[in-house]
């Protein structure tokens, strides 16, 4: 059975790759978007991989994956500490959940070391930076087959 899964990609992760202080490595988001559906293609998964800037945007696509999707992974970016809205979509959401972030959120500023979407996750990957979003997809494929025996 093969498996659809969304990654949500918040604020300005459109621009990684153009962050002159290299937070977010040099690689450009579409790259990383193109890398991660091969990746998920060879897990036997498709993935709509997709960003806003905006939260109601993010609000309705993951109360789109209700419907079409077996997982979701997240980047919230900035709205990770502060929406409300985006955990109250994420908990109304049945199949697995991990949240993923570049960088290590807990090496930044403190106002990033509580994430609201970490309520609702069933797995937290940060810190490795694109290499934790491979990651992430390896770890949606292992929990959907755990759920399928």
Request: some cysteine; overall charge negative.
């Amino acid at each position: 059975m093969s498996h659809n899964i969304f990654f949500l990609n918040g604020p300005n992760s459109n621009l990684y790759g153009l962050d002159k202080s290299g937070t977010y490595g040099k690689e450009s988001f579409i790259s990383i978007g193109d890398r991660c559906k091969r990746h998920a293609a060879s897990l036997g998964m498709t993935l709509e991989f997709r960003q806003s800037n905006h939260e109601g945007v993010l609000v309705d696509w993951i109360q789109e994956a209700r419907q079409s999707a077996s997982a979701l992974i997240i980047n919230a970016a900035g709205l990770s500490y502060s929406s409300v809205p985006i955990l109250d979509a994420l908990l109304a959401f049945d199949g697995p959940i991990i949240e993923a972030h570049m960088s290590n959120i807990w090496q930044r500023e403190p106002f990033r070391h509580s994430s609201l979407v970490s309520k609702a996750a069933t797995g937290v990957i940060a810190g490795l930076g694109a290499l934790g979003y491979e990651l992430a997809l390896n770890a949606v494929a292992r929990l959907l087959d755990a759920e399928a025996e």
